[in-house]
């Protein structure tokens, strides 16, 4: 069987791995005192989000089925859609937990300590997570041999008379069940393989010099948590895969609806996956237990602690109204074309960042003080969140460039003078949010209170670095889903210029978009147990 692979299906991966790999170098990169227990913690946390939002199978759900009309859309039934939308979630999610394992520090200390005992799989694996991931793989081999005995059919076009006296609704085919099965049961068995290689990764691993030996110990065993829980949830993906394909009625079959009992096992599988907890570390769990009271139990919290904790709950207010507002204007953006979502986007983050300055405003306007000293952090914003930032203005700098030459090519109408425009409006608001918070009026605190304005200054600054880097990703995300035609001429040979949606570029902008939902909602809670103890004590409420 031959077919052709564009070379964007290798390009794409090779920078997606060298971007998973920069950001969780600057999560966990300490270089004065090394990996602490948190930034560990953290950095095993974002392997695990990270990991979870690539094994999205969203893109092969109707892997096999042939559609009735013209347009393929989101049906991969041909060999070169079929390795794209089943390999590369399932590559890419073994990569991530791979990286995670690999981007750890090297050793710094001048001596190092040997380990005599052999480090083995079974001494790290949770038990219970491992049984039930094992059972799910064979409910999943289960399902993908039963639909090797399936046979395929051809779809039925649509037909109306020219009079309009007889009209017949179309209906799709599908592949014969064995090929499908062959792709499913090749998923499979590289997912099983893959995960028995990481987990090898993870239990050999060199152990991290900063940790002791029961942190060392619950970091593996926690990070083959994270990774059998993703697994499972893909291999009963694969399981609702080969459902959807089986419950397809055959032409000529009178039908109103049908049901995928698999795909209910697989939403079963999910929320199981996601209620189970991947536990701590041991020296997290116990500051954990050790920390203050939230902000609203707190009766001697300064009024401008509590300011600030409104502040992060109104933002979730002005994020969610647009949000909501959307769904009434779909018409108009998808009226609008290209740039509408990325117009919704911009007009949201602009509004956050505008709530932002009034905040620091109203703040400085009720508690600051002209004859207090401003005690401005020595360093607001971490380096894991800048570098994040950096590589999300550099993506969608980049997706632009790409997509401005694609559309070149198509002889579209380009979108992306209207992105730049927006982009700029948007880094407009974030430089007038950082013009508010490092002009504002020193609050004087004396006392247990001292720190609180630094404090204060870091939280607000975190809030808006963070918004412009979700904004990036976000909408680099949307880029790549609304724009993924503009790409196909770029990597693909004989050059066509049909447009037509790519699914590895839709996957791509899901990921990434996702990405940028999750660092949106990231909370300032890490950001306070660095800073001082009299400031970190009345703030842990101001986390949003």
Known sequence: MEFYLPSAVFLGPAAGAAVVYLFLRFVVWAPQTGSSAATVSKHAFWVGIIGWMASSLQGAMNAGIIKANSAPGNYPSRPEDLVTALGWPVAATLAVHAIGQLSYPAPKQSRRHAELSIRRIRDFLPRGLAWTTAAIFAGAAAAIIWISALPGFDPVQPVTASDGSYSRSG??????????????????ILLAAGTLLVLWLIARRRRLETLDAGDNRALRTLAMNRLLRTVATIASGLAAIAGNFAARPAPGEQYNSWFNALGLFNLIV????????PGELPSVAAIDKQGEAPLSRDTHAHPSARLSASIGAWLGVVAALPLFGGLFLIPAMAAAGSWGLPAWLAVIAALLLLAI????LLTGANYGSRDASVDWPQQPVSRGLLGTAIIGALLLCAVLLLTAVGQGMLYEVPAWPAVVGLTAGVFSAGALAWWAVRRRP????????????????AITAYRIVRTLAAYCFVQTGLLLMTLSH?????????????????????????????????????????????????AGQHLEGAAP
Do not use: C, N, Y
């Open 442 to 457: 020193a609050i004087p605190a004396p006392g247990k209170t001292a720190g609180l304005d630094g404090a204060l200054r």
């Open 270 to 277: 999910l929320l199981a996956m996601w209620w189970w907890r």
């Open 486 to 534: 503009a790409l196909l001429p770029l990597f693909e040979e004989p050059r066509s210029f049909v447009p037509q949606d790519s699914p590895f570029s839709i996957a791509a902008g899901a990921v990434v978009a996702t990405l940028g939902l999750a660092i949106a909602v990231t909370p300032v809670r890490s950001l306070l147990r660095a800073l001082p103890r009299a």
């Open 357 to 360: 300055a009034a905040g620091e």
């Open 171 to 188: 209906q799709d085919g599908r592949i014969p069940g064995a090929e499908l099965a062959a792709w499913l049961g090749g998923g499979l």
